[in-house]
């Protein structure tokens, strides 16, 4: 098994990965202690301690396929004594006549299933580079050598099992021209740089299709059930989208050169090595302060966007959440204090919010004037979360606009559809005159959308 891992792990280092010794010794260590049987649970050790960035999983998944799948011998051939015979004898007779030819012999161990010397030959001619392994120069071929390589052992093949028509089955012969046959066509994509197609399972194609069917539908008419799977679904976009922010940061310019600093540090060496210092300038974090509307008529959308927020809280300076239906009262603490599922349960039992009153942004508008007016300043988003259905209670456009002035802008989150905003006591098209942006926000889909613009 060790041997095993250690193959995977060139393969792995030769597609780019870095891989240390440490690791190597921690996985093979985990892999004592796991059902070495259960292949999910295979993977998954491998994949924690050899993939380290989340846009290299797929790039590791297709290698992976490669090397514990496609190049392993066919269950059927290598269970079946006879024909395993055969295609030994196959192999015997091409190395035999073809004893000199590096291409051919690449190609026979990539079909015996060491396949790490061939993919490094194909990676030296995609990249028109020569590396060399342990000390010796890797045999240079090239991509015209490989596929006339293919076509004769495709040949040679064709020519064995024609000779021993009368000694072996037609089914016999068929399964071992299958078997040279599927491994020559992957080989042969490999060297022309064409991507292996790995077919996924059904119960994962099903499982992706129930992914895109929630995303698209309604947070006001998920069930229970969909509630729990949708959580499920936003923690995965809130890793995959920290992920993205912080390779980005990394990516940015460092800044220009601090040439105090970079002396300064070069003198305790005589100037040896000499390390560049920059000046690091933090990027300006903004600050949010969300008022979200928890009626019942949008709770189950409110508490999809409030987590969202506060999962990328530490993209910001700071985040302070307010709900109300006709009153308002802060849940800041309650937020921070638990997990935030956790936490948005516990607001639903808030003492401090009627569900019997009926929903008054106008008069939410002012006492939020009035109260807490210290916690906006020039740097902060007021993100408003609600349908603006007021109950046709007095709006307070005055105050509102009194908030604009103090803010660097005012976002209003509506899980209710556009074609519904201008019927009945909605308010949306009179507080949209004040606001910088108002955006429908009705399912996953546009909340990502807008959680990007926000925070990248």
Not at 168 to 174: A, F, V
Not at 277 to 296: E, F, H, Q, R, T
Request: proline share 2%.
């Amino acid at each position: 098994m060790v041997k095993l891992v250690l193959d995977f792990v060139f393969t792995l280092r030769e597609a780019g990965f870095k891989i240390s010794p440490s690791e190597i010794i921690d996985c093979t260590k985990q892999l004592e202690i796991i059902n070495l049987l259960d292949e999910p649970c295979f993977k998954t050790v491998l994949r924690a301690n050899f993939v380290k960035n989340i846009k290299k999983q797929d790039k590791f998944n297709i290698i992976y396929h490669l090397f514990f799948h496609e190049m392993r011998n066919d269950a059927s051939i290598s269970q079946s004594v006879p024909l395993a015979e055969t295609i030994d004898a196959i192999y015997a007779e091409i190395k035999k006549k073809n004893m000199n030819d590096n291409a051919l012999n690449l190609l026979l161990d990539f079909l015996k299933g060491n396949p790490l010397k061939y993919l490094e030959t194909v990676k030296n001619i995609i990249s028109k580079k020569e590396k060399k392994d342990e000390g010796r120069l890797i045999p240079l071929v090239s991509l015209s050598d490989i596929l006339s390589a293919i076509n004769n052992i495709n040949m040679e093949v064709e020519h064995f099992l024609k000779v021993r028509q009368f000694v072996m089955t037609w089914n016999n012969r068929k399964a071992v021209a299958g078997f040279f046959s599927q491994k020559l066509k992957k080989a042969e994509m490999l060297a022309n740089n064409q991507p292996l197609n790995i077919k996924k399972k059904s119960d994962e194609v099903v499982y992706e299709k129930r992914i895109d069917q929630l995303s698209e539908k309604s947070f006001l008419s998920l069930t229970n059930r969909e509630v729990r799977q949708m959580q499920e679904i936003v923690a995965q976009f809130v890793r995959k989208l920290k992920d993205t922010i912080e390779n980005r940061r990394k990516r940015q310019k460092k800044g220009v050169l601090d040439l105090k600093k970079t002396l300064r540090n070069a003198l305790r060496y005589q100037g040896i090595p000499f390390k560049i210092i920059y000046k690091n300038k933090p990027k300006n974090k903004g600050k949010i302060v969300a008022l979200c509307d928890v009626s019942n008529s949008v709770w189950e959308a409110s508490r999809f966007m409030l987590n969202m927020l506060y999962s990328f809280q530490d993209c910001f300076s700071q985040v302070r959440s307010f709900v109300f239906i006709s009153r308002l009262c802060e849940i800041t603490k309650t937020l921070e204090k638990h997990e935030i599922n956790r936490a948005l349960d516990d607001v639903i039992k808030d003492s401090r919010i009627d569900y019997n009153e009926k929903t008054n942004y106008g008069a939410v508008f002012d006492f939020f004037y009035d109260n807490h007016l210290d916690v906006l300043n020039k740097k902060t988003t007021l993100i408003i979360i609600g349908d603006g259905r007021s109950n046709f209670y007095d709006t307070r456009e005055d105050i509102f606009e009194k908030l604009k002035d103090k803010v660097k802008r005012i976002i209003w989150l509506n899980p209710e559809s556009t074609m519904f905003w201008k019927t009945g006591d909605s308010l949306i098209e009179t507080y949209r005159n004040y606001c910088h942006k108002v955006c429908e926000c009705q399912n996953l889909i546009q909340l990502e959308a807008f959680i990007k613009t926000l925070v990248i």
